[in-house]
């Protein structure tokens, strides 16, 4: 289950809106807590009195994004079988990323944060992504399948981000479709 977003004041929700723009489109270690702060239009001392410290803005930016994204799949993927939920997700990736060229939100903080356990937003990753595997395991009703599925949408995001065309999400909805061919249909 994904923890609540806290409730923020206005100048809250403007850091964090900041942060999230410059987190993503620059890098978490690219972006200081004095760029974050102006360009929210406030202070540093706004920053700390409301989220602690860069870190936990860090980590709050990522749980915002994992909301946002499971709303976006969740409504897209409301209706249909299991077997075209299961492309509907490809669907719903190719509409999010839409003009994004940096990929994935997730992998970009943990290629820059490491593998540290003492970073906040090591687990919003990490549960992001487990919860992306589990949904796949769900949809397919097999977890090997369901492994595989979750292997070509996360290759399907790198791929995209490299650059490699806008085409990616249709060859990676064709190998969905063989490997449920090959693993048997997704339940019904």
Request: net charge neutral; glycine share 10%.
């Amino acid at each position: 289950m994904l923890q609540p977003l806290p409730k923020l004041t206005e100048a809250g929700a403007r850091l964090l809106e900041a942060a999230a723009a410059l987190f993503y489109e620059r890098g978490v270690r690219a972006v200081g807590v004095d760029l974050i702060a102006e360009t929210a239009g406030t202070t540093k001392k706004t920053l700390y009195d409301r989220f602690g410290s860069k870190d936990a803005l860090v980590a709050l930016y990522l749980l915002q994004r994992a909301h946002r994204w499971r709303q976006h799949l969740l409504t897209r993927l409301a209706e249909g079988d299991d077997e075209s939920r299961v492309l509907g997700v490809f669907d719903a990736l190719e509409a999010w990323m839409g003009a994004q060229r940096r990929g994935c939100a997730f992998v970009n903080a943990y290629a820059e944060l490491g593998d540290s356990e003492e970073h906040p937003a090591v687990p919003v990753i990490r549960a992001e992504k487990a919860w992306m595997r589990a949904l796949f395991d769900a949809l397919t009703g097999d977890i090997a399948l369901g492994a595989h599925v979750h292997l070509l949408y996360e290759g399907t995001i790198v791929v995209r981000t490299a650059g490699a065309g806008a085409d990616t999400a249709t060859h990676a909805r064709e190998a969905v479709r063989i490997a449920l061919a090959a693993g048997g249909s997704a339940p019904r």
